[in-house]
């Protein structure tokens, strides 16, 4: 977990995306940069851990795998994080398992028709049609830049 924020931070030869995708077993994290004012969390597709996120009353992100403590900050503005998935403060949420596809915002709709936050899922049919560059001039001069 460590070694892919320190992909993204430092702009390391290899996507933070490929690091996760090659991990092995559930894991779901949530990793503070305090000297950056950042945030970096993934959560692993095989369903085996729990995260959710939301906004919480104060406007700052909220994010837990304790549904009570997400419930409380957030009121109803909160949904489950989506497997398959990481978020980092300065770029987004991603899917690592399919990192060249845009995710889609599905409305969340509670049970008295109320919509209260929205789930995210991988849009089989948007493209990212560049790679963005996760190194210096210099990286991608040694590295060659992203192969497919």
Known sequence: ?????????????YPADQVLKDMD???????????????????GADEGVKMYWGIGGDGWLVISDNLEVIKASCAKS???FPTGCMFHS???L?????PMNKMKAMPRIDSEGIMCGANF????????????????????????????
């Open 1 to 13: 977990m460590i070694e892919a924020y320190r992909t993204l931070r430092d702009r390391g030869p």
């Open 25 to 43: 077993g559930s894991f779901g994290f949530v990793l503070f940069d305090s000297k950056a004012g950042t945030v970096f969390a993934a959560l």
């Open 78 to 80: 909160f949904a489950p």
């Open 90 to 92: 300065e770029g987004g």
């Open 94 to 98: 991603r899917s690592f398992e399919h």
């Open 121 to 148: 899922k991988v849009d089989d049919y948007s493209r990212i049609h560049s790679m963005p560059r996760v190194g210096s001039e210099a990286n991608w001069a040694v590295w060659g830049g992203p192969h497919v």
